[in-house]
Nanobody, 115 residues
Framework: QVQLVESGGALVQPGGSLRLSCAASGIIFSIYAMRWYRQAPGKQRELVAS???????YYVPSVKGRFTISRDNAKNTVFLQMNSLTPEDTAVYYC?????????WGQGTQVTVSS
């Protein structure tokens, strides 16, 4: 059974940094692309960043240069380092993978950027 568990969300001041983690189980983690999404109140869930099995990365333009996605296959974990945070980054952040055509999601972790 595929399970994804996010952690690392918090309240942080504008300009601050956070590192989110997503631990996966029930899969051969290293062969999957992993994605981070976020959903702000009243908005649709949006893709923030992705990383392939070969470590190719993608970022939505609004976070490029501020966020870094990475993975540790030995720990079955994907990370999202977020720097220079702004109030517009406030959202619930979810990690995601697609297995046999099915999307799997974690429970989400809340990131709030506020002074």
């Amino acid at each position: 059974q595929v399970q994804l568990v996010e952690s690392g969300g918090a309240l942080v001041q504008p300009g601050g940094s956070l590192r989110l983690s997503c631990a996966a189980s029930g899969i051969i983690f290293s062969i999957y692309a992993m994605r981070w999404y976020r959903q702000a109140p009243g908005k649709q869930r949006e893709l923030v960043a992705s990383i392939t099995a070969g470590d190719r990365t993608y970022y939505v333009p609004s976070v490029k240069g501020r966020f870094t996605i990475s993975r540790d296959n030995a720990k079955n974990t994907v990370f999202l380092q977020m720097n220079s945070l702004t109030p517009e980054d406030t959202a619930v952040y979810y990690c995601n993978l697609r297995h046999d055509g099915v999307d799997y999601w974690g429970q989400g972790t809340q990131v709030t950027v506020s002074s």
